[in-house]
């Protein structure tokens, strides 16, 4: 028996290797993309390649056991409760507290948002600059791109991928290293508390930091969201792989990840023009998704917030089985291409790894 998982940001080598790969006996190998994943099939397939990937995954087993983390501290005299992120940041008031439900969300909308480097380059193993690639007409690149073209086409004539989401926003407020989640009916309720990592390192920051404290007597807020792009899409390309359509078996299932990717930018995108802080006028869509944009939003199992543990909540607060996403008792989503999480309005918000060393 062995388990094959490739995923969005949410998973990586180090966390298959030290939070999955210890809650099975089997053999669990990971695979950077789709293409990937075909290549481990393969040699699973051939009786030396997989005699190989054994040994190298007894040996990392072994390694694993052998190496105890050392407990990262700073003494207690010295220890940093805040980082410098300014606490005099404005508060951005959301439009209202609803939870707002969109079905059958347009592809046509959708693609405008979709990363091409990612779906071409991450899922699809094609290596280099995408946009160039296609400047010169590079024929793998042109190949690739029409494949994934007719299937968003099919998505958007035939419905063969589906785009379903939902946000809302809360009040919070922080405490220490704690984000608050407060009922917007009754905002002396308190709804959840999450507890996340901070560094331990300069600059010393966490998540919390983008909010107001609750010593500062304030209230802030956070925006929550779920998507997802993959109901049906497991099936078909299965059936397509059934039939021998290899590539475009694969390449179904990364176009339904990356719609749902897309699909969370968009919302995002609406989210802060509704905030009160709008993308400048001459914001170009590469930027976007480099997220040169004011504010952040985390999924659960990204560096800043480690603990896939909190989707709980998150779906507690949510409930995004009303568009049809479930969690697994390992907290991921079904199905898999569905995109849950935590939006920042605070001007400083940033991307970080909370292990930096």
């Given amino acids: 028996m062995f388990l094959l998982w490739w995923g969005g940001a949410a998973l990586t080598r180090k966390f298959t290797r030290t939070r999955i790969r210890p809650e099975y006996d089997g053999m669990v190998l990971y ?13 699973l397939s051939d009786p030396v390649h997989r005699t190989e990937l054994e040994q190298e995954v007894r040996s990392e087993r072994e390694e694993d056991l052998s190496t105890v983390p050392s407990e990262k501290r700073l003494p207690e005299q010295t220890r940093i409760k805040r980082s410098k992120i300014a606490t005099d940041a404005p508060v951005y008031l959301p ?58 086409q099919e998505a958007i004539q035939k419905g063969i991928i589906q785009a379903h989401a939902m946000y809302r926003f809360f009040p919070a407020q922080s405490q220490g290293n704690d984000i608050i989640i407060y009922d917007p009916e009754d905002q002396s309720t308190v709804l959840h508390r999450f ?5 331990q390192v300069e600059p010393y920051l966490c998540l919390a930091d983008f909010l107001k404290s609750v010593e500062s007597g ?71 998704l480099g997220a040169r944009y004011q504010g952040i939003r985390v999924s659960f199992g990204y560096p800043a917030c480690p603990d896939l543990e909190d989707q709980e909540p998150l779906f ?21 291409a569905s995109v849950s999480a935590m939006v920042f309005s605070h001007p400083e918000a940033k991307y970080f790894n909370v292990d930096k060393a």
């Avoid at 507890?195 to 560094?199: A, I, K, T, V």
């Avoid at 039939?243 to 609406?270: N, P």
């Fill in 316 to 336: 507690k607060l949510m409930k995004p089985e009303d568009i049809g996403v479930h969690l697994t008792e390992g907290f991921m989503m079904e199905p898999e």
């Fill in 95 to 152: 439009p209202d507290f609803e939870r707002h439900i969109l079905r059958n969300y347009p592809i046509t909308h959708i693609l405008p948002y979709i990363n091409m480097q990612m779906l071409l380059g991450h899922h699809l193993g094609l290596r280099g600059s995408v946009e160039q690639l296609l400047a010169s007409e590079d024929p793998k690149a042109v190949s690739l791109k029409d494949t994934v073209d007719g299937i968003l």
């Fill in 195 to 199: 507890s996340f990592p901070r560094q």
């Fill in 218 to 288: 304030t209230m802030d807020y956070v925006g929550f969201l779920v998507v997802t792009a993959g109901h049906g899409v497991g099936k078909l390309s299965a059936e397509w792989k059934e039939k021998g359509d290899y590539l475009r078996s694969h390449a179904l299932q990364s176009v339904a990840l990356e719609t749902a990717e897309a699909l969370a930018e968009r919302i995002h995108h609406m989210m802060r023009d509704s905030w009160g802080f709008p993308d400048p006028e001459d914001m170009t869509m590469k930027r976007r």
């Fill in 31 to 43: 695979a950077k993309d789709a293409m990937d994943g075909l290549d481990l099939a393969n040699k």
